[in-house]
């Protein structure tokens, strides 16, 4: 049997034995954004479609998230630069060939226009509410004016948002378990389902409800064939992407990748939708909480599993 | 102008005699390192062979490096070398995480330090710390675009290889086998 000892003098932190550059707040970040970019989308999309009065969640109250999560997430991402006084530079230049440099002008859009949207329906939240000065109230008015454009921007720029998230992982071809076409799309998707998650939850209207548990199921149901795909096409690549792949398939992502994300984070709720659109009452908290958890636990897998995986040399 | 380096894998007995010239040529902060040396053992005994490889970034004619930086911090330099402006960089870590040779760290300071090939050595004539300092002088640095210089005669006469082709980093740093 032949075999390879390698043995390497070097020991930078946090490159060696093995990548970890990357640590929480990046995956948290992209759970956020992807959180935001979901609810906006459909927050955008359905008050395009005129039903921001039957699905009044959905287009005024749950999209409040979206600045939240925007600018913890955005706030974690600062917090993982390691030279943050220059952080003002990726302001200085668009460069198309780098995600995140193209990715951090979309942030920069989609939460100024979460902002707006947010304040366009302040009245949601606290009814009496007054903005006091005359240039805000010209604002608002200005803005509800172009409510319906600033509704295209953020639909848009959602989807931007939630694919970006993916791509920015799939540009490192070093990172072979990163490197499929796949998670851009699978990544808008477990962004779409959470934010539809995040509707249900937050919906006291049951044709709303029953809505979203309906859209929510169509992705995960996409969501799950996006998995077997992307293995598909790890398992019939080069060898690194089969080793990649062998992480989730009996290395040490196993366990946490089926349970977490795809039996309690995409199977599991997704029978329970089922169960509900069949007229089964189902605690809408249940499904609601399993596929935010599990896209949050896509995320950290993703992450940290990428920069386990290699080329060998 | 192409810079490129050359390592004889058949001459070099992994002293790391140049991992300390670059650590104290370049001031790299303890505990980092831009150049390093690797062993691979092949085989079974009786029947080893043994590689020793002095390593550092590839300087890439294809830099993922450069290609994912999102402010233009890592950049191409004269003669096709890979270098990092300290003060674009905001420590994203994204070339880090883009290199298939893992040949960059995130210094302390917070900007990502790597090889440079010396280039403030080789602008006044001389060669890269590393180069210069190898006891078994194994090491050949210089202009790919000059016939006669040390890296094309030493390619010319001998097989050589580069690490991961298969990326499609186009790397040139080349090791004589």
């Known amino acids: ?313 | 102008m192409r810079y490129a380096m050359a390592v004889d894998t058949k001459k070099c007995v992994g002293c790391s005699d140049c991992v300390v010239a670059c650590q104290t040529e370049n001031n790299v902060p303890i505990g980092y390192c831009r150049d390093w040396v690797v062993e691979t053992m092949d085989g079974t005994y009786p029947q080893l062979e043994v590689e020793i490889r002095s390593e550092r970034c590839n300087h890439c004619d294809n830099a993922p490096c450069v290609r994912c930086c999102p402010t233009g911090a890592s950049h191409k330099a004269e003669g096709g070398i890979v270098l990092v402006k300290q003060n674009k960089c905001i420590g994203c870590g994204a070339c880090i995480a883009s290199c298939p040779y893992d040949a960059r760290y995130p210094h302390p300071k917070g900007y990502v330090d790597k090889c440079t090939f010396c280039i403030h050595r080789v602008r006044e004539g001389m060669k890269p710390a590393c180069v210069s300092v190898c006891p078994t002088k194994c090491m050949y640095f210089g202009d790919l675009d000059d016939p006669n210089s040390d890296v094309s005669t030493v390619l010319k006469k001998r097989k050589y290889k580069t690490l991961i082709p298969e990326a499609g980093t186009q790397p040139q740093l080349y090791f004589l086998i």
């Open chain 1, 1 to 313: 049997m032949k075999e390879e000892l390698i043995v390497s003098g070097r020991e930078n932190m946090m490159v060696d034995p093995q990548l970890h550059i990357w640590h929480w707040p990046i995956p948290l970040y992209l759970f956020l954004g992807g959180l935001a970019a979901g609810v906006l989308f459909f927050a955008a999309l359905y008050y395009l479609l005129g039903k921001e009065d039957e699905y009044r969640s959905a287009v005024r109250r749950v999209p409040f998230i979206a600045p939240v999560a925007l600018v913890v997430g955005l706030a974690c991402l600062f917090f993982d630069l390691r030279h943050k006084a220059y952080f003002w530079q990726l302001y200085t230049t668009v460069r198309l060939e780098s995600p995140m440099s193209w990715g951090a002008w979309t942030l920069l859009v989609i939460t100024v226009a979460s902002f707006i949207w947010s304040a366009l329906h302040i009245r949601e939240l606290l009814p009496d509410w007054d903005w006091k000065y005359k240039w805000l109230k010209d604002l608002e008015v200005f803005f509800n004016r172009y409510k319906k454009q600033l509704a295209w921007v953020m639909l848009i720029f959602a989807i931007i948002t939630g694919v970006y998230t993916g791509i920015l992982l799939s540009a490192f071809n070093a990172r072979p378990l990163w490197n499929t076409s796949v998670l851009g799309p699978l990544f808008l998707a477990s962004g779409l389902s959470a934010g539809a998650a995040a509707i249900v939850l937050a919906s006291k209207n049951r044709e709303e409800r029953l809505l979203f548990t309906k859209i929510d199921l169509i992705i995960l149901g996409t969501e799950l064939f996006l998995i077997v795909h992307m293995f598909m096409g790890f398992l019939a690549s080069t060898q690194v992407q089969i080793e990649a792949s062998q992480l989730f398939l009996g290395g040490q992502y196993t366990m946490v990748f089926w349970i977490f994300v795809v039996i309690l984070g995409i199977i599991i709720p997704g029978l329970l939708d089922l169960m509900e659109l069949r007229g089964k009452h189902i605690p809408a908290v249940i499904p609601g909480i399993l596929v935010l958890t599990g896209s949050l636990f896509f995320r950290f897998i993703f992450v940290f599993a990428g920069q386990v995986s290699r080329w060998l040399y």
